[in-house]
């Protein structure tokens, strides 16, 4: 079966800059009506966050942990469930062993969305991936899916590749669109 990858920071809740307190986590409502399309038509609904706040120092798991908590609470309450949250703590800027650069799977590099893949046996080749940043359209271009959806004025469709193809996604129907896209990929 296909899935819907998203990104979590900019993407799910609004972007705060590593976000390391429950208290500072809203949503973006405009992502509630993709969630809940994913939820009725059986499309697993997996987080893709990359967390370098953790190499950094910034914060720790347990902090993490929390405020991915309290985003679950806040999405339960809008009748949103998410299926599986990957998070990669890794960056070159880091200390001890969560000093890597380029870690296969840190964005955008694929090594989550695989993992996920693994973990659920996923069509990538029918997956979708919605994001703030290029780097979220990389992955997900690098890990094979169909299209990817890009939140915000930031859009640039430069990939060559012509399997992937990236998506605006600002507007009310721009959204409806992506809605429309999951109904079909859960109805296939
Ligand atoms: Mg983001």
Redesign the pocket.
Known sequence: MPALFL?????INV?TSYPSDPADIVLRPEMLPVIRTANLVGLPAIIV??QSGIARGYFGWSEFAAVNGRLLELLEAEKCQLDLVLACAYHSSGTGILAAGDHPMRKPNPGMLLHARDLLGLDMGRSIIV???AD?MEAGRRAGLRDGWH?GSKFNRKSGDVAFVEHKLITGNDHRRLCDLIAGLGRA
Request: charged letters at 55%.
């Open positions: 990104d979590r920071d900019g993407t972007d966050s990359n994001g703030d940043k979220d939140v």
